[in-house]
């Protein structure tokens, strides 16, 4: 397959890279991008070949997270349509959680929102000293979707959790190390050297077996995640609807300090 928005390499024989490419607009995610991220991931279901994948943005940073200036198509239809499509973010996580691939994330400057999403959905993560993670949903009138909030819960814990969702804290690289965010930092200019010599560890482990054990974790850990999360797109919506909403997005881009009303 062709893509427009990310780079699929392969970078050892066992070993694949998948790189965000655009950089421009750091990594931003909209619509197409995200169904591309998708597609990739679900490409290396009949991959036999493939042990592990490496995913890294390009440019500064691993992923800004929502592109706030994609007004497409995708998302302007009939709200029956609109709840469909609003969850391609959610779409986009499950295929990488459920990729049989050891994966990992070589982590440079910005997680941010959806691109923490993505970190968090990996099994592993590698940051660069300049690393940080933020979930900037909360100052633009809106929750955490995608299903994301359990992956970041079993990885911090509730409290930090909160502070992270609620509290909109930008989190740097030592942070995340210390609360197990990260398996590993290094310097920005080691990253991909360090991203690769754990993807060739994980390579040289028997397949079969090291894929079974990742689901058999994932399952155990995950085991309510549907049961719990599967009203996020809808709440979402409504939250997008409020004039809360409409106040946040004009503070956030003209960076003024919003006041809420609870409407």
Not at 7 to 16: D, F, H, L, S, Y
Not at 179 to 188: A, K
């Amino acid at each position: 397959m062709n893509y427009s928005h990310l780079k699929v390499e392969r970078t050892a024989p066992a070993i694949a890279t998948v790189t965000f490419s655009r950089a421009a607009k750091a990594n931003a995610l909209h619509y197409g991008h995200l169904e591309e991220i998708e597609a990739a991931a679900l490409a290396f279901r009949d991959d036999a070949e493939t042990r592990v994948v490496i995913f890294t943005g390009a440019g500064r940073h691993f992923s800004s997270g929502a592109d706030l200036t994609d007004e497409g198509s995708a998302y302007r239809a009939p709200l029956v349509l609109r709840r469909r499509r609003m969850r391609i973010g959610e779409r986009c996580i499950s295929a990488l959680t459920q990729m049989d691939q050891i994966t990992i994330a070589a982590w440079n400057g910005a997680a941010m929102g959806g691109g923490a999403c993505i970190a968090t959905a990996l099994d592993f993560r590698i940051g660069a000293d300049d690393c940080f993670m933020q979930y900037p949903e909360i100052d633009i009138g809106v929750n955490l979707m995608w299903r994301s909030l359990p992956l970041l819960v079993r990885l911090v814990g509730a409290a930090r959790a909160k502070r992270l969702v609620i509290g909109g804290e930008r989190i740097p690289a030592n942070t995340l190390l210390a609360w197990g965010v990260l398996d590993e930092r290094v310097p920005s200019t080691r990253l991909l050297q360090a991203a690769r010599a754990m993807a060739e560890r994980y390579a040289a482990k028997p397949p079969v077996a090291a894929q079974m054990i990742k689901r058999s974790v994932n399952q155990l850990a995950g085991a309510l995640d549907a049961a719990i999360m599967h009203m996020d797109a809808d709440q979402n919506l409504l939250a997008a609807g409020s004039d809360d909403r409409r106040a946040a997005i004009e503070a956030y881009l003209a960076k003024t300090t919003p006041t809420f009303t609870g409407n």
